[in-house]
């Protein structure tokens, strides 16, 4: 009988009502002074929104409040759900304002305090570090992490197939980050189209494909890319060079599954590529 290591059992996980308690305290104690007035915003409702005005990621929206009615009638803000029983928080509800809450700091932060600063900065900064600590944990113990990617944080689910780190290629980096994004977990379109940027990556090293990893592989992929419904049309039986039906009759969810399967079969061709492309240095071994 196999041991298994304790060390792989998930954190247990939060209270979703107490966390937000928690995260609610902490920004309440985080103050900021705003340059233009030289007020100090001493509410953290009023705060998170100060930051919120002028970070790019609020698309025009002057508050938290107006941006979460948008994405969804239902979702209120962090302090709100303080007010409302655990089971009666959505996930996607306390995801979305946990994703807020981090790019507005992340953003303040590498803007060089260019319209406003820390009252009392050791302070705060001591809070901040606080309140993202907790939030990892809650993310951890809900299966998610969150991740650096083009100029905000993501929260992307914990179990990515791949190490993106050793990633050079920062567009590819980006676009896998988005890809495991918990808001496209059952976004076709957006998996699709993620899928097709790789593909056009891949596509042009065929030839190093078959070569380094063999022609089974090769043609692997080029089946993937052509028959799942990417590059061509599958699912509608007036193109009938590409119809296929088996891929026509398939469901949302098992699209979504197929798409989650090989999206990590090419990146995993991607990175073996990049593993072995100076394989032959000096004649390769003998």
Same mark, same amino acid.
């Given at each position: 009988?196999? &041991?298994?290591?304790?060390?792989?059992?998930?954190?247990? #996980?939060?209270?979703?009502?107490?966390?937000?308690?928690?995260?609610?305290?902490?920004?309440?104690?985080?103050?900021?002074? =705003?340059?233009?007035?030289?007020? %100090?915003?001493?509410?953290?409702?009023?705060?998170?929104?100060?930051?919120?005005?002028?970070?790019?990621?609020?698309?025009? &929206?002057?508050?938290?409040? =107006?941006?979460?009615?948008?994405?969804?009638?239902?979702?209120?803000?962090?302090?709100?759900?303080?007010?409302?029983?655990?089971?009666? %928080?959505?996930?996607?509800?306390?995801?979305?304002?946990?994703?807020?809450?981090?790019?507005?700091?992340?953003?303040?932060?590498?803007?060089?305090?260019?319209?406003?600063?820390? &009252?009392?900065?050791?302070?705060?900064?001591?809070?901040?570090?606080?309140?993202?600590?907790?939030?990892?944990?809650?993310?951890?113990?809900?299966?998610?992490?969150?991740?650096?990617?083009?100029?905000?944080?993501?929260?992307?689910? !914990? /179990?990515?197939?791949?190490?993106?780190?050793?990633?050079?290629?920062?567009?590819?980096?980006?676009?896998?980050?988005?890809?495991? =994004?918990? #808001? !496209?977990?059952? =976004?076709? /379109?957006?998996?699709?189209?993620?899928?097709? %940027?790789?593909?056009?990556?891949?596509?042009?090293?065929?030839?190093?494909?078959?070569?380094?990893?063999?022609?089974?592989?090769?043609?692997?992929?080029? !089946?993937?890319?052509?028959?799942? !419904?990417?590059?061509?049309?599958?699912?509608?039986?007036?193109?009938?060079?590409? &119809?296929? #039906?088996?891929?026509?009759?398939?469901?949302?969810?098992?699209?979504?599954?197929?798409?989650?399967?090989?999206?990590?079969?090419?990146?995993?061709?991607?990175?073996?590529?990049?593993?072995?492309?100076?394989?032959?240095?000096?004649?390769?071994?003998?």
């Amino acid at each position: 009988m196999s &041991y298994t290591t304790i060390f792989k059992v998930k954190p247990k #996980k939060e209270n979703k009502n107490r966390f937000c308690k928690r995260i609610s305290n902490l920004l309440e104690d985080i103050e900021v002074v =705003d340059i233009y007035s030289e007020n %100090i915003i001493l509410n953290g409702k009023q705060m998170l929104d100060f930051l919120f005005r002028h970070v790019a990621f609020n698309i025009g &929206y002057t508050d938290i409040d =107006d941006l979460l009615k948008e994405a969804n009638n239902n979702y209120g803000n962090i302090f709100a759900l303080c007010r409302q029983a655990d089971e009666d %928080i959505w996930d996607n509800e306390l995801l979305s304002n946990i994703e807020i809450i981090v790019n507005c700091f992340y953003s303040f932060e590498n803007n060089e305090y260019g319209y406003g600063y820390y &009252y009392k900065k050791e302070k705060a900064l001591k809070n901040i570090e606080l309140l993202f600590n907790a939030i990892r944990a809650f993310l951890l113990s809900n299966g998610y992490k969150l991740v650096e990617g083009e100029n905000r944080l993501s929260i992307v689910e !914990n /179990e990515i197939a791949i190490d993106i780190e050793d990633i050079e290629d920062e567009k590819i980096k980006s676009e896998i980050i988005s890809f495991y =994004d918990y #808001k !496209n977990a059952n =976004d076709i /379109e957006e998996k699709k189209k993620i899928m097709l %940027i790789l593909i056009g990556k891949l596509e042009s090293r065929k030839n190093d494909i078959e070569k380094l990893l063999g022609s089974k592989i090769a043609d692997m992929f080029s !089946n993937y890319a052509n028959n799942l !419904n990417l590059r061509h049309n599958n699912i509608s039986e007036s193109y009938k060079k590409y &119809y296929n #039906k088996a891929v026509a009759d398939l469901s949302e969810e098992e699209i979504v599954k197929w798409y989650d399967y090989v999206f990590a079969f090419m990146i995993n061709i991607y990175l073996s590529l990049d593993k072995v492309k100076n394989i032959n240095v000096n004649g390769g071994f003998k």
